[in-house]
């Protein structure tokens, strides 16, 4: 194989398969990139079984054919050279080598015959296919993923549920047992018969896609096994979690006593200033809301204490309770700047909400803390 690329598009191509490859793996090809002569340049493709994707790349192919390289050193190689042009090319079995101006690189190549075969095609006998937008996919991905629990014992949280949600919409919804994200959003076409966990990998390497595509449309196939996603240059899949996602909809509260609203950008800086001072453990606040103010409070016995009061719309009986500041924060960070937000009290002890007052589709559940 020989062939001639462009620095800019080898590097985005590794770029994309970074997150994916297996560095760790006790099956060394997994931590190296497939690269194959294609129709019009070549495709870069890395797995570590669980998540794959293929990159499709342009490319002055001389002699086609196919080699495997370690995917990361390959990476740095494109980054720090400075030549437009790279020269790869396979030589003595086991061998390739790269020029990049005055460097040259020889490096060691495993077997193309031992790389695994990934299921990137799109079946339509084996599941439902959905035209999503990618902007829209990308909304719903950062406003639930933070939400996934980091526990590795309790699996059935690891990754965020996809479902069919009420009047035709998507539906996505994460947990780790404190809180709880769920967002619906209306896409053409059919839904999913039954719910599937997406991994937490697998998203965070989806997302990375849906930055590339921009405003345009992705294709997004379910089936009982994984999820496939298909852009004009890449192909991607993810074999979805196994387990029962608990049932969430136990946990949204059916109705509220108290509601408060504010400014997003004002209880959010609030939050980041005295959190500072909150336990490092816990990170505990306080919310006390009065008419017309909510005051914020942290206290650390080793380090001090802190308050702020920030003016909000709320004509209830005077209502104190605890959360964790991170939780908080992290919803607020993916709500829209200056958006007024919906703050949904039941009592000190019961779960609390928080929506975006012009997002009704969009609900965030966290329990309080005894503070």
Sequence with gaps: MELSIRREDLTRGLYLVQGVVERRSTVPILANVLIESAEGGITLTATDMEVGLRV????????????????????????????????VKATAAGWVEVHAGRSKFKIVSLDPKDFPQLPLAMDPKGGVTMEVAAATLREMIDKTIFAVSTDETRFNLSGVLME??????????????????KIDRRVPGPRPERGIIMPRKGLVEARKLLDEVDQGDVTVHVSPKDMRLATPTVSFF????????PDYRQVIPGSVRAKARFNRDDLLAALRRISLLASERSRGVKLHLEKGKLEASASNP??????????????GEALSVGFNARYLIDVLGVHAEG?????????????????????????????????
């Design 302 to 315: 080793d380090q001090g204490e802190a308050s702020e009061d920030i003016e909000i719309s709320y004509g």
């Design 164 to 181: 069919a949600g009420e009047s035709g919409a998507l539906r996505m919804v994460a947990t780790d047992g404190h809180r709880l994200a």
């Design 56 to 87: 499709r790349t342009p490319a002055d192919v001389k002699r086609k054919g196919s080699v495997t390289l370690n995917a990361r050193k390959l990476y740095e190689i494109s980054r720090e050279v400075t030549a437009d042009e790279l020269l």
């Design 339 to 371: 958006e007024v937000i919906e703050l949904g009290l039941t009592d000190e002890v019961g779960p609390g909400t928080v929506s975006g007052a012009s997002d009704p589709e969009y609900t965030y559940v966290v329990m309080p803390m005894r503070l």
């Design 238 to 245: 993810m074999r979805i979690v196994e387990g029962e996602f």
